[in-house]
């Protein structure tokens, strides 16, 4: 059992993973895939939407006589990660300690 995955859950990846390099869009899905149980069917519409908030640029550099479409940050994307960072971290200490209290409580926890 997975857990569903939001957009905002694929946001927060996808703009961590660009935050390091840009990336073209069939080596980005396989970074997000590497991390998400996530369709590229579900990718490219969230880079779209992305883009259109004004959260990633892209450019076109050629590559074996076609073009190779690249993703990056704005400095928009970097702020977004930022907060996403921050909203992640509550959410991270929030869930650590529900767990912790279930542990106390000797309630099996399965994972």
């Not at 957009?7 to 840009?22: E, Q, R």
């Not at 996530?38 to 990718?43: G, H, P, R, W």
Request: glycine letters at 6%; a neutral charge; charged letters at 25%.
């Amino acid at each position: 059992m997975g857990f569903q995955i939001g957009g905002a859950i694929l946001d927060f990846v996808v703009l961590s993973i660009l935050n390091s390099k840009d990336a073209y869009g069939y080596q980005l899905t396989q970074e997000v895939r590497s991390i998400l149980d996530v369709s590229e069917t579900a990718l490219y519409p969230a880079l779209r939407r992305l883009q259109k908030n004004g959260l990633l640029d892209t450019y076109d550099v050629p590559y074996q006589g076609r073009n190779r479409r690249y993703y990056r940050l704005t400095d928009s994307g970097r702020q977004a990660l930022a907060d996403y960072t921050i909203q992640w971290k509550a959410f991270r200490q929030s869930m650590d300690r529900l767990l912790k209290e279930e542990n106390h409580d000797d309630c099996p926890t399965v994972f």
